[in-house]
C-alpha cells in the first residue's frame, strides 16, 4: 500500500517528534483536521531476522486497528501503510493513522491523578477500560496488549472516554472470545500483571472486571479467583500459543469473525 502524497507538504506545515528511540519514531504531521500521525518502525539485529516473509508490524497495526473499528470500538483511524524489504526481511515499516486532539495515553494519566486525590476519575477509567475489552472481546478481536500505553484518553479524564492506539500483536478470532479462556490473556494483562498491580489498586481492578463483565459481580469474582493465582510464566505461554494457532496455524482455515458496530 502506497503511503499518502500529502505527507511531506503535512511535515512543511507541522512537524512534532511524539517519540524518538533507534527501533520507533513517531510523529505528528500537519495541523487541524488535517493532521496525521505517523509511525516508523526500524528492525535491526535479532528483530531483523525474525520478519522474514512475516507481514511488517505496520501492516499487521493498520489491518488490526481496522478490525478494532469493526467491533465499534473507538481507535485511531488506520489510513495507509507501507514496508521496505530487503531479501525478504523487513528494513522498516510506516503506519499513517489520523490524529486524535485532545488525547493523552492512560499511562500519563494515571500518572498525573494520585488515588487519594482522584479515585472516582480512577475508578471510572477502570471500569471504561473493561468495558473498551469487553466489546473488543465480543467483536472477535483480542487485543494481546491492553497496557495504559496503548489508550488513549479523549478530553476531561472524569468523562472516561477512551480510544484505542496501538495493536500490532493483535488477534482475530473466528467468534466471540468474551468470557473465554482466550479472554483471559486480555484480562490478566489488563489487570493482574504485576505492571497492573502497580497501576492500579485492588477496587480499581475489581471496578475494571465489573466493567468487562457489564455489572456481573459473581463472574467478575470469578475471574478475579482465576486471575490472581496465575504466574506471569502461564501467562506468557498462553499469550504465545494464541499468536501460533491465529496467526500462523488456524487463521487460513478459518473463516474472520465479521462483528456488527456496536453503539452505546
Not at 100 to 110: F, S
Request: glycine share 6%; net charge positive.
Amino acid at each position: 500500500m502506497q503511503l499518502p502524497d500529502d505527507l511531506d507538504r503535512l511535515a512543511r506545515e507541522h512537524l512534532e517528534v511524539l517519540k524518538a528511540e533507534a527501533a520507533t519514531v513517531v510523529e505528528r504531521l500537519g495541523a487541524g483536521a488535517d493532521a496525521v500521525v505517523r509511525k516508523v518502525y526500524r528492525n535491526r539485529g535479532s528483530r531483523w531476522f525474525q520478519t522474514f516473509v512475516r507481514r511488517s508490524r505496520a501492516e499487521r497495526e493498520y489491518h488490526n486497528l481496522r478490525a478494532v473499528e469493526a467491533t465499534g470500538v473507538r481507535c485511531t483511524t488506520a489510513i495507509a501503510w507501507s514496508a521496505r524489504r530487503r531479501f525478504g526481511f523487513v528494513d522498516e515499516s510506516t503506519l499513517v493513522t489520523r490524529f486524535l486532539p485532545d488525547a493523552r495515553t492512560l499511562k500519563q494519566v494515571l500518572a498525573d491523578l494520585s488515588p487519594s486525590e482522584a479515585w472516582r476519575t480512577r475508578a471510572a477509567l477502570a471500569a471504561a477500560m473493561g468495558r473498551l475489552v469487553a466489546r473488543m472481546h465480543r467483536g472477535g478481536f483480542l487485543w494481546a496488549t491492553p497496557m495504559p500505553r496503548n489508550v488513549l484518553v479523549l478530553g476531561d479524564p472524569a468523562a472516561a472516554e477512551l480510544a484505542v492506539c496501538d495493536t500490532p500483536a493483535g488477534i482475530r478470532a473466528p467468534r466471540s472470545v468474551h468470557g473465554g479462556r482466550l479472554a483471559t490473556i486480555d484480562v490478566f494483562a489488563a489487570a493482574f500483571s504485576p505492571s497492573r498491580r502497580r497501576d492500579f489498586s485492588a477496587a480499581e481492578r475489581m471496578r475494571w472486571l465489573l466493567g468487562y463483565t457489564n455489572g456481573d459481580r459473581a463472574a467478575a469474582k470469578r475471574l478475579w479467583h482465576t486471575l490472581a493465582r496465575r504466574p506471569v510464566v502461564v501467562h506468557d505461554a498462553l499469550r504465545a500459543l494464541a499468536a501460533t494457532w491465529y496467526t500462523y496455524l488456524g487463521s487460513p482455515l478459518r473463516r474472520p469473525h465479521r462483528p456488527r458496530a456496536e453503539h452505546p
